[in-house]
Every structure is written in C-alpha cells, then in structure tokens.
C-alpha cells in the first residue's frame, strides 16, 4: 500500500486556498477520481454537497515515502464530471491547446512572506526593523529570517521532480521568492507545478510553526509588497526582437483585463512606488522593475540562451496561476495571429 495526497483549489473568496486529503491506495492501484464536501470548502450547499477530486497531475510525496507516496493535483468536477464554476484549470488547458503551435513557455516568481503572530519574520514584536535595503539576497542574521524554511522547501520541490530554478531573500524581512517553470514549460504545467509547490511551501512551514502569506501587501507603508512576475515567450519572440515589443505592446491593449484578473487587493500593490507601476497606467521598459512590463537587457541586446521574452510584473502574489497564464498566452497569441 502507498499514500496519495490529494490537493485540490478551494472556493475561498476573494482569493482560492488550498485544501488536501489522504488516500490509501492499495497495490498497483493509480489514483482514481475521489470525493469531498464541497458546502465546507465553499464550493457547494449542503443540501447537494457531494464535489469531485480529478487527478491531473503527480509527483513524489517528499513529506512520507518519496520513493512510493505521491502527491496529487487535481481538478474539481461537479458529480457530472463537468468542471466546476472555481475550476480555472480548464480554461486555462483549452487555450494552451489552442495556442499550442506557438510555444509559449512561462516562468513564474512567488514572492511570499513568512509570518509568525500577524507579523514577518524579522520584525520585532513592537515597531519596525531598520528600513528595507539591506535584506534582499543577503546573508547573515541580523539580515535574513527564514532561510530554513526556503532552503527546505527548494530542495523538497527538486526531489519532487518540479521545474524549480531558484530561491532568493526579497526586499522586506522575512520576504522569500522561489521561481517555478523555464524553457519547455508551458501554461498548464507551470501552473499546476506552482499550485503544488505553494502547498509544499505551507507544509513546511507548518513544521516550524510559521504561516505562509501571500497577501500582496502584508506590512503597509514603506514596504515592498508581494508579487507573482510572469516571464513568458513564444517561438516567435525567442527569435525576433520585433515580436518581444509586440507582445507587450498587445498587453497594453488589454490592460484592464489582466488588473482586474491578476489577484485580490491588487491596488494595494500596485501603487507606482516599491517597484511597481501603478495599477491605473501601463507602459513596459528594459530593465524597468517601475515597469508593467520589464524586458530584460540581455533580450534587448539579444544576449543570452533562450531568446527573447518579457516580464509581466503585475500579477499579485495570491493570484490564481492558471488565470494569468491563460490571459498572457491569448492576449500575446491572439496579436500574433493577426
């Protein structure tokens, strides 16, 4: 016998968490579709409570028996097997079919922040540390808090098999990035990966007794936010400089859209200041981290391995991978069809 974790996307409003269950599977047994009750997960009346786990994806349980448990993403269906209204997966996989000639590869960077009794890590229990500059990708402990959980959490997701690149110390105490995706991989699959490694990541810190926050803006004032920046190309922009500035040009003309789209408390974020451009202009740059879109300067000086692509750095931390990459992918795709 082995053990499946299944985890699923909840109906929380404003912003979906996640939600997991163990199955015992018996030998040679895969994992099959399963049930919940969806009137405690915000996804059904009790009176027609009964939702339904679709395995879609899979990878090594590194928390039991890495080399037998696994971990389980899946859908949520109604007892119809149609997908269900929180279901964003979908959608997201009939776009990437649909655009799947083009090539699109994504690579998304989590900021998160890791908080003990409402505050950051970091942060003492009355009043503020010293003023942000010092703590991004630094060392030493009156610097960096938290990097145990980062460090755990990085290599479980290597063991696990997923397209994990990195980890750094973000701006704010007890602030962490980890980036999910790269070449080869596209909008479901990145998706999925994160979902799962965002999972993970509570997991460990659950260990430690500390919560994970992916609330865009956890500590206001003075303090940079958290975000969720998008890199994503086509084949056509790995090899033209022309389709790199198109592409973010066909972001513009959709920029309403993807605000509204891109996470709960988005304004918060997004105010023109600590790295962002506000939520209520547009423009994209090289090099620009004040930008809404960043083009980075060795795509401009056609520098570097894998071509040209952009940085959309308006998605939110808490934002729902598989909306934003879907958006990306026909708001760039559908421009570059015409």
């Excluded at 279901?87 to 699109?104: L, M, P």
């Excluded at 229990?125 to 460090?151: D, H, L």
Aim: aromatic share 8%.
């Amino acid at each position: 016998m082995r053990l499946a974790e299944y985890i699923w996307v909840d109906g929380t409003t404003p912003s979906p968490q996640l939600r997991s269950k163990t199955k015992v599977l018996r030998e040679n047994e895969t994992p099959q579709i399963w049930g919940f009750d969806g009137s405690s997960t915000g996804q059904a009346p009790g009176e027609s409570s009964d939702c339904v786990l679709y395995p879609v994806y899979t990878c090594p349980d590194i928390f039991r028996d890495e080399l037998a448990d696994i971990l389980v993403m899946c859908e949520v269906r109604d007892t119809q097997l149609l997908p269900h209204s929180t279901n964003e997966r979908r959608e997201c996989v009939k776009i990437a079919n649909k655009y799947d000639s083009q090539e699109g590869w994504f690579g998304i960077e989590q900021e998160y922040s890791l908080m003990k009794n409402g505050r950051p890590l970091g942060f003492p229990e009355v009043g503020y540390p010293a003023a942000q500059g010092q703590y991004y990708c630094s060392v030493g402990a009156k610097n960096t808090f938290g990097r145990e959980i980062a460090e755990e959490h990085m290599l479980g997701c290597m063991r696990a098999g997923l397209n994990i690149a990195g980890i750094n110390a973000e701006v704010m105490p007890g602030q962490w990035e980890f980036q999910i995706g790269g070449p080869g991989v596209g909008a479901v699959e990145v998706s999925d990966q994160l979902w799962i490694a965002r999972w993970m990541l509570h997991r460990v810190a659950e260990n430690y007794g500390i919560t994970v926050s992916l609330e865009p803006k956890p500590v206001k004032g003075d303090w940079n936010g958290a975000g969720c920046h998008t890199n994503f190309s086509t084949k056509r922009m790995r090899e033209s400089d022309d389709a790199v500035i198109e592409a973010a040009e066909a972001l513009g003309e959709e920029a309403d859209l993807h605000i509204r789209n891109y996470g709960h408390d988005i304004e918060s974020r997004l105010t023109g200041e600590h790295e962002t451009c506000s939520y209520t202009e547009f423009r994209y740059g090289v090099s620009d981290r004040g930008a809404s879109i960043r083009i980075p300067w060795q795509c401009a000086r056609g520098v570097g391995t894998d071509g040209g692509y952009l940085e959309d750095r308006r998605p939110n931390s808490n934002c729902d991978p598989y909306v934003v990459t879907r958006l990306i992918l026909n708001t760039v795709c559908t421009q570059g069809n015409k």
